[in-house]
């Protein structure tokens, strides 16, 4: 028998919670058990998310090509894998080949940059996925770099948080937390408020606030974010602030 999707539901929240105490392998290990589950559909990790969480854990967190590829090569043999998912694991493998020195490299924006445009170049429509080890090395590369910088701001600093941006928005749905799409937005902003990113970041972020995915804390803060790159409120427009 399957496994009923209410049971995946709830080894979500389990191995969410083992992320949030930071027990990454351990995490690591309960996602590989579950992709060696002849009672769960192939689709069914996918649609709820989990391979895409096992790849961030493993590449953006752990930094680690290896055991995914090898995770990734042993799921291709399930009888029930589906071809658009067969499709993307293959180019997914091919790339983590293509990719390893570029994980281990020192952090740089340059270097993230070529991952980021490369990985833009590769998703063709929404939803695609061929982006996605493009993206996780990408940003786990930015990721050790604003780690490098501490509280330093300006338009390099800008310019990392923008992609990391633009990489939750096209790649990655899920969060353990905040949603790291608004952090990245704001924080592009924050960082050089008068820099070539500011207002791109700032247009982003209001649709989606506007659109009513924004947390409380992001609508709240919109107000300041727009006095703070200099875009005047039209006459007559209701503030999102002001809205809440």
């Known amino acids: 028998a399957r496994l009923p999707l209410q049971r995946i539901r709830t080894m979500t929240a389990v191995v969410d919670d083992t992320v949030a105490a930071r027990r990454f392998h351990d995490a690591l290990t309960t996602w590989e058990a579950l992709f060696n589950d002849p009672t769960v559909e192939a689709a069914d990790l996918d649609a709820e ?6 790849l ?42 293509e990719l390893k020195a570029e994980l ?40 050790r770099y604003l780690d490098q910088q501490g509280k330093r701001k300006g338009e390099e600093i800008a310019e990392a948080h923008y992609m990391l941006g633009v990489i939750e928005g096209r790649t990655l749905e899920r969060a353990w937390t905040v949603p790291p799409f608004e952090h990245h937005f704001e924080m592009a902003i924050r960082s050089a408020p008068n820099g070539p990113l500011a207002k791109k970041s700032f247009a982003i972020l209001e649709e989606y606030v506007l659109g009513g995915y924004g947390s409380p804390e992001a609508m709240r803060r919109m107000s300041e974010l727009r006095q703070l790159i ?15």
Do not use: C
Not at 49 to 54: A, E, M, R, V
Not at 64 to 86: E, G, N, S
Not at 230 to 244: C, F, N, Q, R, Y
């Open 49 to 54: 998310g989990h391979i895409q969480d096992y």
């Open 56 to 97: 961030v854990v493993a590449i953006r967190v752990l930094h680690d090509l290896d055991r995914p590829k090898k995770t990734l090569k042993k799921f291709l043999k399930r009888a029930d894998l589906p071809f658009y998912l067969r499709y993307y694991i293959e180019i997914w493998i091919k790339r983590m080949d």
């Open 230 to 244: 200099g875009i005047p409120s039209k006459e007559g427009e209701t503030d999102v602030l002001s809205a809440e």
């Open 104 to 143: 281990k490299s020192d952090p740089t924006v340059k270097g993230a940059r070529q991952l980021f445009y490369g990985a833009h170049n590769l998703n063709v429509f929404p939803g695609s996925e061929e982006q996605t080890i493009y993206d996780l090395v990408a940003s786990a590369i930015l990721y």
